[in-house]
């Protein structure tokens, strides 16, 4: 073999090694996300209710116990993954009410609000017939089988359910207080592998503590059907509603009537042949003249008021006798006394008997406004309107105050099942409520034309979340936007602030470059200048040259000067602008007769550097002007700080000049321009005879701005730091040049 040969072929059976680890490491990562990993017993924390995902009910933690307070059909709590494989789920598990069941929901997916409305498997106690039942849910239900629970099941009273998935081996298993077992399994070929568990009541409320889950076993598997072979669903082995007769095989199917609960007693002897009226026709009842009257229909709330409905319109039913409390839901006939009332009628002593049980409700759909005209008083309705205030009423009452198109409304549930989603609904919200409209003043207080009874907080209904221009919002965007304007006006200033550092450096830079070199030079100029002169005898031939460059040497030197100095004024920055302003003033006019006076007004602040030095050059120029033209015999310099503004005002008494676009010579234009770069205004009074006043008006940072800046880290850095380091520099520089003058200035 070549080695070309032996090392295409190691390349080969690397690439082929390092496949076949590729894919046994997604093979076990695979296998190990579609197996139960072993939990601990206690995996599952009932006291952790974010852990649970509900579908319809109102579900809440009481004293670490799951409850659900709704006797919906199908309302599920669900928890765990859809990977969950062959495990064992076990609770203890109560019944509220009766004639419904609650259990345990094994290897569920696809869940949705309604009645069996999962793919998954559940088993239950059922108290209507007493039985443990067991079946497959698929958006329809499937009964395998139910088996009898002995001595019987009862409400208000825990029993203790296990549910295992093994394979396709469905086991359920329930023990009742005083040990009694009852088992019930089916073995499915073509069964759901994997899925969540769950909690779920039908027609009932329910109660579920002490919830665990663990991974099963073979052992879990015989223990529970003590090694008995497990039969096969039957797919024709159907059990439909309640009344449906079951096969023969069933041993729930010979049941006799001391076994079945009141609630069947009285559907299966009450027959729906009785001649009831339309509730409509209640209105037209003689007002004060009680009548006796039947009516059929269908429940629409029980609490604090019965309240019966049928497609015509609804009644409330005060001071009842039933042999079985009537649910919401169930089909009823009531026989009793009526009375017309403003906007609908009230039965009161009526004699109420359940025709048959859950039937469907449905809401009619009205507004605010068709509601307060009183037309659908004790009706099931549904409304929208904006949620202006909550509060808590008395007797665990919870109380909404709504409003829609200029219509307030007010809406009243019982109990405190619903109260974490009550806390957590905002003002301004829009909402969506299902309940009973009432114009009862007992309910709406004569603050609103109608109120809504809920059956529960959970017939709210959140549409909208609050707008985003409400008032807090509004603030807190207008502070934002002002934060974001500070903080950007702040950079601003930053940046513009270390641009007049960089450019005053590099003036100072040159300044000292130009004294160093260019200054320096024409003094030296000068100086041979003058000792060659010296040094001729005959200086009748050269005198006048020789004076005449002298003197231009000694005017280029002092042009220098005045350059050096207009790129930074040294004095500037040691003594402040009005005794710069002074100083200049004075050396203008030494030697003269011109009396120079400075004066301050108003409260001293820090100026800042670019406005310092632009009023100083105003200045200047107007101080030189009035030398140079107005030969008058004063000169007042004058600074005023004000609350807004700055103003400079250079006034002489010389013999002054008319004002017009004419007169403006180039140093005035000059001045103009730089009051713009300030955005200051510049204003020259004069006249023949009167003298000048030249007034520059400065805008400055507002008082609270003055106010508050100096006192931060801002003032502290920039002002201390940079202005007062460039002081010091100054006054260094200042020493050094007396102490080492230089040969000619």
């Given at each position: 073999m070549t080695r070309w040969s032996r090392s295409k072929s190691g390349v080969a059976l690397g690439l082929a090694a390092s496949a076949a680890l590729v894919a046994l490491?997604?093979?076990?990562?695979?296998?190990?996300?579609?197996?139960?990993r072993q939990p601990p017993y206690h995996a599952v924390q009932i006291e952790r209710q974010d852990d649970w995902q509900t579908f319809g009910g109102a579900w809440e933690m009481v004293d670490g116990t799951m409850r659900n307070n709704s006797d919906e059909n199908g309302a599920k709590s669900m928890n765990g993954s859809t990977d969950l494989k062959?495990?064992?789920?076990?609770?203890?598990?109560?019944?509220?009410?009766q004639y419904g069941d609650a259990g345990l929901i094994i290897r569920a997916s696809n869940e949705e609000e309604g009645v069996d409305a999962y793919d998954g498997y559940y088993a239950g106690i059922r108290d209507l017939d007493n039985t443990l039942i067991l079946g497959r849910a698929g958006y329809g239900w499937i009964e395998y089988q139910a088996k009898r629970v002995t001595p019987r099941v009862f409400a208000q009273q825990w029993y203790h359910l296990k549910l295992l998935a093994y394979g396709c081996n469905i086991v359920a298993a329930t023990t009742s207080s005083s040990g009694q077992v009852t088992t019930d399994a089916i073995q499915q070929p073509d069964c759901i592998r994997s899925g969540r568990f769950g909690l779920k009541s039908f027609q009932s409320g329910g109660l579920w503590r002490n919830v665990q889950v663990r991974a099963a076993t073979d052992q879990d598997l015989i223990s529970m059907t003590g090694g008995a072979k497990i039969p096969l669903a039957d797919p024709n082995l159907f059990v439909g509603p309640l009344g449906k007769p079951r096969t023969n095989s069933d041993p729930a199917s010979d049941a006799e009537d001391q076994y079945l609960e009141p609630l069947y007693l009285d559907m299966r002897e009450h027959h729906v042949d009785l001649d009831g009226q339309p509730i409509a026709n209640l209105r037209a009842l003689a007002p004060d003249k009680p009548a006796h009257v039947t009516i059929q229909g269908v429940v629409t709330l029980t609490f604090p008021t019965l309240f019966v409905e049928d497609s015509?319109?609804?009644?409330?039913?005060?001071?009842?006798?039933?042999?079985?409390?009537p649910e919401i839901g169930d089909q009823v006939e009531a026989r009793g006394d009526a009375e017309l009332h403003d906007f609908s009628s009230v039965l009161k002593d009526a004699e109420?008997?359940?025709?048959?049980?859950?039937?469907?409700?449905?809401?009619?759909?009205?507004?605010?406004?068709?509601?307060?005209?009183?037309?659908?008083?004790?009706?099931?309705?549904?409304?929208?309107?904006h949620l202006e205030n909550k509060e808590e009423g008395p007797n665990h009452t919870l109380v909404l105050d709504l409003a829609e198109d200029n219509q307030s409304f007010r809406a009243i549930a019982?109990?405190?099942?619903?109260?974490?989603?009550?806390?957590?609904l905002k003002n301004r919200s829009r909402l969506r409520l299902r309940g009973i409209c009432v114009v009862d003043s007992a309910y709406t207080h004569d603050l609103t034309p109608f109120a809504i009874l809920l059956p529960s907080i959970n017939d709210v209904e959140v549409l909208e979340g609050p707008p985003w221009w409400s008032t807090g919002n509004i603030v807190a965007a207008t502070i934002a936007i002002l934060l974001?304007?500070?903080?950007?006006?702040?950079?601003?200033?930053?940046?513009?602030?270390?641009?007049?550092?960089?450019?005053?450096?590099?003036?100072?830079?040159?300044?000292?470059?130009?004294?160093?070199?260019?200054?320096?030079?024409f003094a030296g100029i000068g100086f041979q200048l003058q000792a060659i002169r010296d040094e001729i005898d005959d200086k009748s031939a050269i005198d006048r040259e020789l004076d005449l460059a002298t003197s231009m040497v000694r005017r280029s030197h002092e042009e220098a000067k005045r350059s050096i100095a207009a790129l930074r004024p040294e004095l500037l920055e040691s003594v402040g602008l009005l005794r710069a302003l002074e100083q200049s003033a004075n050396n203008m006019v030494a030697g003269g007769a011109i009396r120079v006076s400075a004066l301050i007004s108003g409260e001293a602040h820090s100026i800042p550097v670019l406005i310092s030095d632009t009023l100083f050059r105003i200045g200047q120029e107007a101080l030189a002007n009035a030398v140079r033209h107005a030969s008058p015999s004063a000169l007042v310099v004058s600074l005023i700080y004000g609350e807004a503004a700055l103003q400079l005002l250079v006034e002489d008494d010389g013999k002054g000049f008319v004002v017009g676009a004419d007169s403006a010579g180039f140093g005035i234009r000059g001045m103009r321009k730089r009051a713009d770069t300030i955005s200051a205004e510049l204003q020259i009074r004069s006249a023949p005879g009167q003298g000048t006043t030249v007034q520059a008006i400065a805008p400055m940072p507002a008082k609270l701005m003055r106010r508050l800046w100096p006192t931060t880290i801002w003032h502290f850095f920039w002002e201390r730091r940079f202005h007062g380091q460039r002081q010091g520099q100054g006054q260094r520089q200042a020493t050094n040049k007396v102490a080492n003058p230089p040969a000619y200035r």
């Open positions: 490491f997604f093979s076990v990562r695979w296998y190990s996300s579609r197996t139960l062959d495990y064992l789920v076990e609770a203890d598990v109560q019944l509220l009410g015509t319109g609804g009644v409330a039913i005060q001071n009842f006798r039933a042999k079985t409390p109420v008997h359940i025709l048959w049980s859950h039937a469907p409700i449905h809401s009619m759909g009205v507004t605010a406004s068709q509601a307060a005209t009183g037309s659908f008083d004790a009706q099931y309705i549904e409304v929208e309107g019982n109990g405190t099942s619903g109260a974490e989603f009550f806390r957590r974001l304007i500070l903080a950007a006006q702040t950079l601003h200033n930053y940046i513009g602030r270390w641009r007049l550092i960089a450019v005053l450096d590099e003036r100072q830079r040159l300044a000292h470059e130009m004294h160093d070199t260019l200054a320096q030079s």
